[in-house]
């Protein structure tokens, strides 16, 4: 697709459902983000993959969280056990490399409400 | 990471220039300053980097003095579709790892 795509849009979860985020980053990305946004705050940095490899996970908030990107294109942000603090947006971007002046391009999130 | 401090919220009427400062007094040496603008329900996107004095582009223009310890975006003639919230950041080697976000500028544009 022409952009980062997420999906879904809108996810309600009862505590201590499990959900999985879904993100198609743009085609030939190396790099892929995550990134948690709470209401009225900026995103704050989750973790990051280059390919397959995950190699920060340095901002995942506890073990409830886990992402995975096996074959290097989509990748999918699992929570277990989901508690109300987990309720924001969850971002997505993507970029070509991660070097100096590369653009990240950032998804439309995935608003997640704990309930 | 640099820290950075931007006004919270900022409103102009359409057809101004719109100068949003940011301070980034610990700014390293191999540290980028890069703008981000997000709407409503919508992720953040790009709008201008730069490392020392100014860069321009479609879109805006980025103003950096010699100390490079504040920064200056600049919108020409905005428009009601420019309302957003506007990102500064400051990170090495302008990469797109951890991209610290903080709180940003709510710019209002006002018909």
């Known amino acids: 697709g022409a952009g980062v795509s997420q999906s879904p849009r809108y996810k309600v979860a009862k505590r201590g459902q499990d959900v999985a985020l879904r993100c198609d980053p743009i085609?030939?990305?190396?790099?892929l983000f995550w990134y948690q946004q709470a209401l009225g705050q900026g995103p704050e940095f989750l973790t990051y993959?280059?390919?397959?490899?995950?190699?920060?996970k340095s901002g995942l908030p506890s073990d409830r969280f886990f992402a995975e990107r096996p074959e290097g294109s989509v990748s999918t942000l699992k929570i277990q056990r989901t508690q109300q603090e987990d309720s924001a947006v969850y971002l997505c971007?993507?970029?070509?490399?991660?070097?100096?002046?590369?653009?990240?391009?950032f998804g439309q999130g995935t608003r997640l409400t704990v309930v | 990471l640099a820290k950075t401090t931007q006004p919270i919220s900022m409103d102009s009427y359409e057809g101004q220039e719109v100068n949003i400062t940011c301070s980034h007094n610990?700014?390293?040496?191999?540290?980028?300053i890069t703008w981000y603008q997000q709407f409503p329900s919508q992720g953040p996107r790009f709008i201008i980097q730069?490392?020392?004095t100014k860069v321009t582009n479609e879109v805006a223009s980025l103003f950096i003095p010699a100390d490079r310890k504040s920064s200056t975006l600049s919108l020409p003639r905005v428009s009601l579709s420019d309302t957003a919230v506007y990102y500064c950041?400051?990170?090495?080697?302008?990469?797109?790892?951890?991209?610290?976000f903080g709180s940003g500028t709510q710019l209002t544009v006002l018909p």
């Open positions: 993959f280059q390919n397959e490899a995950q190699l920060d």
């Open positions: 950041l400051v990170g090495p080697s302008g990469s797109a790892r951890q991209l610290t």
């Open positions: 610990n700014i390293a040496t191999n540290d980028y």
């Open positions: 971007a993507s970029s070509l490399e991660d070097r100096e002046g590369t653009e990240a391009f």
């Open positions: 085609s030939g990305h190396v790099s």
């Open positions: 730069g490392y020392k």
